[in-house]
């Protein structure tokens, strides 16, 4: 579209720079970020916005393939990731819920082997979050868990699984009001996996502790809560207190209220992030449907997805980035570069990966061209490593 390339492995694309509006031309070879330039267009209007890809902390699965059901294969595992590129997702990390010891060592397992044997996957899965089954056994804080494999920290365990994976687990979320949480969490820690306090009932005095020996991130902040709580102290005041913690939050317009996200982005500022937290239902049609998280989910046609049993009780998200990127925007809670930002280069910063240096010199190119329709964000092009994995059908 607008960009152009040769042999060399040089190639350049141009459009409005998602920060500034001002037009630009990134320059880019053999994968990497050359340099940017100011371009003199005269028609800024009709070029597309350019922005870091996006990368998502919590994916469970995307358009019908899903990481927690099982048998699947490796094919899966390249599909769903190259089917991430149409959303602008260039990096993510595949999330692996709670399940019995056997089928997360061999869900993580079956990842790995997808990384391994496909290169363009293993460059776009930057890593595994395993979510459970270390959390609360208490209804409400479990969220839509199956309590039948919720268990205590245990690393021999996590060992297992980490072998499996080949070293590829770099996210754990677990709750820490188990006995010995703080020891758990140190060894995680000291490992180079980044433990995240989530679907938790801990005291506040147990979260501190958890922050004191590593814990480093809040997963979905606000949700695999209790409906109800005490008014203060609880285990949501005291996460956003912390100021060692950064915090995901899901901002798809059904998991939080407005004014919720509104304090959150204050509270945290440049450690507030937005994650997906999507299951393989999102990009399918409304109705009912059975799956491994809950059992019985419903998905509306507004988007929101929540247990049969009990409509109050989220299932996931059914919505990617993008949208969440667009309720923000909507909703005068961030601008449309600090969304962007929530939702690229804070994660990769966190995660310390290089795509955090953004679009800039020496950065991968990692790039997403995309237009603006009033308050909808359409993908158009999609770059990883600087190579077109992406196009909007009609812009061929």
Not at 168 to 178: A, F, H, Q, V
Request: charged share 20%.
């Amino acid at each position: 579209m607008n960009g152009s390339g040769n042999a060399s492995g040089f190639s350049m694309l141009e459009g409005k720079h998602y920060a500034t509006g001002k037009p630009v031309r990134v320059l880019i070879r053999d994968g990497v970020i050359a340099g940017v330039e100011a371009l003199d267009y005269t028609h800024a209007e009709e070029l597309p916005w350019i922005a870091p890809g996006l990368v998502d902390l919590q994916i469970n699965g995307y358009a019908g393939d899903d990481f927690n059901t099982l048998p699947f294969d490796t094919d899966m595992v390249v599909r769903a990731s190259q089917g991430l590129w149409g959303e602008g997702v260039t990096s993510y990390y595949p999330t692996v819920i709670t399940n019995s010891p056997e089928a997360i060592e061999e869900a993580v397992g079956i990842i790995a082997s997808a990384c391994d044997h496909d290169a363009r996957t293993n460059r776009s899965v930057a890593g595994i979050h395993v979510e459970g089954p270390f959390i609360s056994p208490e209804d409400g804080a479990r969220g839509a868990h199956s309590l039948d494999y919720v268990r205590a920290p245990d690393w021999e365990m996590f060992e297992k699984w980490q072998r499996a994976a080949g070293g590829r687990i770099r996210i754990l979320t677990l709750s820490p009001e188990w006995p010995n949480s703080a020891e758990f969490i140190a060894k995680c820690s000291a490992s180079g996996v980044t433990v995240s306090i989530g679907h938790t009932s801990a005291t506040p005095e147990q979260i501190r502790e958890a922050v004191r020996a590593g814990a480093r991130m809040s997963t979905h902040l606000g949700n695999g809560a209790h409906l109800t709580m005490p008014r203060h102290p609880n285990y949501i005041w005291e996460q956003l207190a912390q100021d060692d913690l950064w915090s995901c939050v899901i901002a798809d317009g059904f998991h939080l209220p407005e004014s919720v996200l509104k304090v959150i982005f204050k509270t945290k500022g440049a450690q507030a992030l937005m994650v997906s937290d999507a299951v393989y239902l999102c990009g399918m049609p409304s109705g009912e449907y059975t799956t491994h998280v809950g059992g019985k989910v419903v998905l509306t046609e507004e988007g929101r997805l929540s247990l049969a049993s009990n409509p109050k009780i989220l299932a996931g998200s059914a919505q990617m980035l993008v949208w969440g990127i667009e309720h923000v925007v909507r909703c005068g809670l961030a601008s449309l570069s600090e969304a962007w930002d929530m939702s690229s280069i804070r994660p990769a910063a966190f995660m310390k990966l290089t795509a955090a240096q953004g679009i800039a010199d020496g950065a991968p190119a990692d790039l997403v061209l995309f237009e603006q329709a009033g308050d909808r964000v359409r993908v158009l092009e999609t770059y990883k490593d600087g190579e077109l994995v992406y196009e909007l059908e009609e812009t061929r």
